[in-house]
């Protein structure tokens, strides 16, 4: 499903990967640990096109993205959340979740509306706050 390859990237002159490579396969969930400044980061924001990586090969399903645009990934069901609250604060809760699944725009309402509802079963928090500002 998404494979990193040999991928070395970083930024101005500075290195911050060294041959990362990482295959998730379809159903699996992975998670990166690590202390702050160990490239956790970087590697997301590489394979996700806001770095281009400067050696090595990003795929997602059968698809090169090693220099592919990011909104071009996004279209293609590639995302990233950051750990933060980065979240646009004039717009609803409902709005900021809308916001990342428009991104994947082959999606259907309906589909959307099932990846909500998915979401909602396993946090079902926010749901009740579906129409709050996000500012609060």
């Known amino acids: 499903m998404l494979k990193l390859t040999d991928v070395h990237a970083g930024y101005g ?3 911050i990967l060294f041959g990362v490579s990482l295959d998730v ?8 640990l690590g202390r702050n400044g160990m490239g956790k ?5 590489t394979a996700i096109g806001f770095l281009q990586p400067w ?18 990934i996004a279209r293609l069901g590639v995302g990233f959340v950051p750990e933060n609250r980065r979240i646009f604060p004039g717009l609803t809760v409902r709005e900021n979740l809308e916001l990342g699944l428009s991104a994947a725009a082959d999606r259907s309402a309906a589909v959307r509306r099932g990846r909500l509802d998915e979401a909602f079963h396993h946090f079902p928090r926010p749901a009740g706050r579906f129409e709050q500002p996000g500012k609060r």
């Open 13 to 15: 002159a500075t290195p």
């Open 25 to 32: 396969r379809e159903g699996e969930a992975i998670a990166l």
């Open 41 to 45: 980061t970087t590697l997301m924001k």
């Open 55 to 72: 050696r090595g090969a990003i795929e997602f399903e059968g698809i090169d993205l090693t220099r592919r645009a990011p909104h071009e």
